[in-house]
């Protein structure tokens, strides 16, 4: 089992959303934060699926 690093983008978008949590910003910023980070997290690992093939 090859395991990868947890890319910037993804740790930024976790972070942001922890900080729009605690703020108790709107629930369409927190939508959209979690919208982010699952486009973050599948990102990354289409990318480490194709570093895998490579």
């Known amino acids: 089992m090859v395991i ?8 930024q978008a976790k972070i942001q959303l922890v ?3 605690t703020a ?3 629930a ?3 939508n ?3 919208q982010a ?3 973050a ?3 990354a ?3 480490a699926r194709v570093d895998v093939k490579a």
């Open 4 to 11: 990868y690093p947890v890319p910037a983008a993804v740790t």
């Open 19 to 21: 900080i729009d949590e």
């Open 24 to 26: 108790k910003a709107p």
């Open 28 to 30: 369409t910023v927190i």
């Open 32 to 34: 959209s934060d979690v």
């Open 37 to 39: 980070l699952v486009d």
């Open 41 to 43: 997290q599948r990102q």
């Open 45 to 47: 690992e289409q990318q």
